[in-house]
């Protein structure tokens, strides 16, 4: 099971079209930290680097949207 499967699981549970996450909510989802690329978008919006926050977003159907200067990532599903 990878770090971010609970991610994953949350997701797949939600009934909404669009939903917005705090880094913190995440964190405590995961049960561990966000990676310092995390407040980079190419972590979550970047299909070629496939990082762990866009893959465990896609497996759920949503795709993801950094809030910059937020610290919050918007999912929408796709």
Known sequence: MTKYAGL???LKLRTEGELTLT???I???IN???PK???Q???WE???KMCAGHK???KAGYKTYLVHGNDKVRFVRS
Request: net charge negative; proline share 0%.
């Open 41 to 43: 978008s190419q972590y």
């Open 56 to 58: 465990a977003s896609q």
């Open 27 to 29: 964190a405590d989802i």
């Open 46 to 48: 970047d299909a070629a």
């Open 8 to 10: 994953t699981d949350y």
């Open 37 to 39: 690329s995390a407040e």
């Open 23 to 25: 880094f913190d909510e």
């Open 32 to 34: 561990g930290y966000l």
